[in-house]
């Protein structure tokens, strides 16, 4: 047991929560690396059949990137290492040859809508928001277009992009990013019925398919890090995401006071 991610067993499934509910369960690097090890564990594990994600608490499955932690960049070299992180991040959960269902329980925006689409299901109910509203906090997207345009299209990627705007459930369920719109104490219990069924499915086949899909998707991933290693490293050299970040906490202190 992590201290900001918790896993569990249910039978041949393994069941992890984001579990930092006061930060919206918004990931820092500790936050990151125990998920990280969760997947690398899950995937390891020769009676594991599949995985289920979701967040603690019931307003988020996640905010995405603590913006605490990237307010704090001082160079355009943090950028591209934070970058560089994300890539290894994600490299773990596209080597994860088991089924992953993601249980959303509340928003998932930026860094964790893509999250969210690394995952092969996705289940969520009429309160879900999904989306990729980087540009608001000064942050250039990079990996969530390359997802996005991957599942959307061109024109939807683009529009999601520049506005950052939050899709409602209803919204993200008729495009296809959300698979299952059930009512919210159903959530859960949808998704490990998910799970138990990609679990019983033959093992080997249900292996060398999730490594098909991820050949077919590699050239883009690898061409998405290096271009947002230089891209980041740019937009953290002009300070310019600092300055929209404070600007946020600035806003956000004078709600709370």
């Known amino acids: 047991m992590g201290e900001f991610v918790k896993v569990r067993r249910d039978g041949d499934i393994t069941v992890i929560t984001l579990d930092r509910p006061e930060k919206l369960n ?42 605490e932690e990237t307010q704090k960049f001082l160079s355009g070299e943090q950028g591209a290492e934070w970058l560089d992180e994300w890539r290894r991040f994600y ?7 088991k089924p992953m269902i993601a249980a959303l329980n509340g928003v998932a925006a930026g860094s964790a809508f893509q999250v969210t689409l690394l995952c092969d299901i996705r289940v969520g109910h009429a309160g879900v928001r999904m989306g990729q509203p980087e540009i608001n906090s000064g942050i250039p997207s990079v990996m969530g277009p390359w997802m996005m345009n991957e599942r959307l299209g061109l024109s939807r990627t683009v529009e999601l992009t520049l506005t950052g705007r939050m899709m409602a459930a209803e919204e993200c369920h008729r495009i296809g990013i959300l698979h299952h719109l059930v009512p919210r104490e159903h959530v859960m219990a949808k998704a490990m019925e998910i799970a138990r069924g990609l679990g019983s499915k033959p093992e080997i086949a249900m292996r060398l398919n999730k490594r098909r899909l991820r050949e077919l998707t590699e050239p883009a991933f690898q061409n998405a890090c290096e271009a947002g290693k230089r891209i980041q490293r740019e937009a953290y050299a002009s300070g310019e995401p600092q300055k929209y970040m404070a600007k946020f906490f600035e806003a956000r202190r004078k709600k709370s006071a």
């Open 26 to 67: 918004a990931w820092h690097q500790p936050m990151r690396a125990e998920l990280r090890d969760a997947f690398k564990a899950a995937n390891a594990a020769g009676d594991v059949r599949a995985v289920v994600v979701t967040g603690a608490g019931e307003r988020a499955f996640s905010a995405g990137q603590d913006l």
């Open 91 to 97: 490299d773990t959960m596209r080597s994860v040859e």
